[in-house]
């Protein structure tokens, strides 16, 4: 939401904040009732971003305090790769900033794989590696590299595949 609490200082102290190394200025002493500062999402990217506050005292004595943390709110993208066996599909999953994904599996309703020559595959079991970011699709039937055009992914009510940050694909 982007609302900082600033706690901890005496009162006199002066404090700014940075985001990303642009400066920006509580314009308030603290100490006696500024204590917050709301940081509109635009200041921030997606990926990595460094929050900095800094504090000088009465006597003009500074500190800094900094923290990192990833923002990640787009959706991760899925490449289908060739079977790994005779009924089984490998999804790589695709997520820009590197969250991975969630432990979670979907069920197998989920997924519907087509191939070229007009056949629809059901799918078996699922199993997600959040590790190495791979969906294995285990298929009812078998269906070679050759044939396999698409994969649908319905999003279930439960269960759906996401990255660590919640972003659903």
């Known amino acids: 939401n982007g609302l900082v609490n600033i706690t901890g200082l005496e009162g006199g102290d002066k404090w700014q904040y940075s985001i990303n190394g642009s400066t920006y200025n509580a314009g308030a002493t603290l100490g006696s009732t500024v204590t917050t500062a709301t940081m509109a999402a635009s200041l921030f990217s997606q ?27 787009v959706a991760p993208s899925v490449v289908v790769t060739k079977p790994i066996s005779h009924n089984q599909l490998q ?22 794989v087509h191939t070229s020559d007009g056949l629809t595959v059901n799918v078996t079991s699922v199993s997600v590696s959040s590790s190495s970011s791979i969906i294995t699709l285990t298929l009812a039937s078998y269906a ?21 940050a919640g972003n659903l694909m």
């Open 47 to 73: 990926g990595s971003n460094t929050i900095s506050i800094l504090e000088t005292d009465v006597a003009g004595n500074t500190v800094t305090n900094s923290f990192t943390y990833t923002l990640d709110t």
């Open 91 to 112: 999804l790589y999953v695709d997520d820009a900033y590197g969250s991975g994904l969630a432990s979670i599996n979907p069920p197998p309703s989920a997924y519907t």
């Open 144 to 164: 070679s590299s050759l044939t396999v055009t698409s994969v649908d992914y319905t999003q279930p009510t439960a269960n759906a595949v996401a990255d660590i």
